[in-house]
């Protein structure tokens, strides 16, 4: 048939997979722009998260304060120490924080505690290192007796801090411990002061531990307060910043995008409830799809929220404030619009097919 336009020899064999593909649109420059800031955005990221938490490992030294101890013949060069005594009887104590976990609803630290004697307070006739006389510790509200010439064994406790964790992952938890020695306790008196010195430390995954000890005056060594402030890791403050930010309209994304893609797009919340609102305004059907996606979307976001370490397990906290419970909003109108629009459309075309 004359005037009729024949398709090309090359393009008459090409399946129309690859012609649908060829017709897609190019990345632009705007594009290209956004992907290169955004995975040097990541990088630089995980570089400062990384370099920051080498040198929380690095810094993490143990910090001491005693009176009356040489604590350089300790192989403790960086402790602080005081000469108020330098040959009596003193206790070596050391302070660890092993248990801690507010995502259970409790906010008390475990705290262990070894001992040993130190100086003339050692039993020189014994094997094994012992006090030579009975010891008395008061630790905060507990009082607890070590006989002479036996091993001091090592204690646990709890003690409840100071914290909210409704502020996840910016909450800050703090707690005072102050430890009380005395020897040779009598009936009706604690017994003379006993020189200390308090090594403490701890270690928690997922949290920042800084401890700071101070002898007490006028105890004269025989008191020392442990200030424990806990808070979360910068790694896990960087993971939670990104899953609460990563479904908040982000406007830094180019105006340039092909139209193709809008910046709903973008999050997968803000995606299906512009679809949501784009099938209820132009009255079209909805598919069953749609509906299974948006659907599976909201029993979806409860997981994502729970996969920050270390939340609370009822939520509330500051981060759900700001990204969960509006794209649970979201999420769970788009499934509430799709539905209904499904059923009525249905029932309209049902009636109508009777009708005819």
């Known amino acids: ?151 001091m064994p090592s204690t646990t406790g709890t003690e409840r801090t100071d914290g909210d964790v409704n502020r996840y992952p910016f909450d800050v938890f703090t707690v005072d411990y102050t430890i009380y020695a005395f020897t040779s306790p009598g009936n009706g008196s604690y017994g003379a002061p006993l020189p200390m010195t308090v090594i403490s430390t701890g270690s928690i995954q997922g949290f920042k531990i800084d401890t700071t000890v ?46 193709t893609r809008t910046r709903s797009d973008v999050v997968p919340e803000r995606a299906i409830f512009t679809a949501a609102m784009s099938v209820y305004f132009r009255e079209r059907k909805a598919e069953l799809p749609l509906i299974a996606l948006s659907t599976a979307l909201l029993f979806a976001l409860p997981n994502v929220r729970n996969s920050q370490p270390g939340i609370p397990a009822t939520a509330g906290t500051i981060s759900d404030m700001v990204g969960f419970f509006w794209n649970l909003l979201l999420v769970a109108t788009s499934a509430i619009s799709l539905l209904a629009n499904f059923v009525v459309k249905n029932g309209r075309g049902k009636e109508a097919a009777a009708k005819v």
């Open 214 to 259: 101070t002898g007490q005056d006028p105890f004269d060594g025989s008191a020392v307060l442990v200030h424990v402030e806990i808070r979360r890791s910068p790694i896990t403050q960087a993971f939670s910043i990104i899953v609460i930010l990563g479904p908040v309209p982000t406007p830094f994304i180019p105006a340039g995008l092909p139209l």
């Open 1 to 151: 048939m004359q005037g009729a336009s024949l398709p090309h020899p090359r393009t008459q064999s090409l399946p129309s997979s690859f012609l649908s593909l060829h017709k897609m649109p190019h990345l632009n420059g705007p594009w290209l722009s956004f992907f290169t800031v955004s995975i040097a955005v990541l990088l630089t990221l995980v570089a400062i998260v990384g370099y920051e938490s080498f040198l929380e490992g690095v810094n993490s030294q143990d910090k001491a304060a005693g009176y009356g101890v040489n604590l350089t013949a300790l192989n403790d060069p960086d402790a602080t120490t005081f000469t108020n005594w330098t040959d009596g009887p003193a206790l070596e104590v050391l302070f660890t924080v092993d248990t801690f976990d507010p995502s259970k609803g409790t906010t008390s630290i475990g705290i262990h505690l070894d001992y040993q004697p130190l100086n003339d307070l050692v039993d020189e006739t014994q094997a094994l290192i012992a006090p030579a006389v009975p010891v008395r510790l008061l630790l905060q509200s507990v009082t607890s007796n070590f006989a002479a010439n036996t091993i």
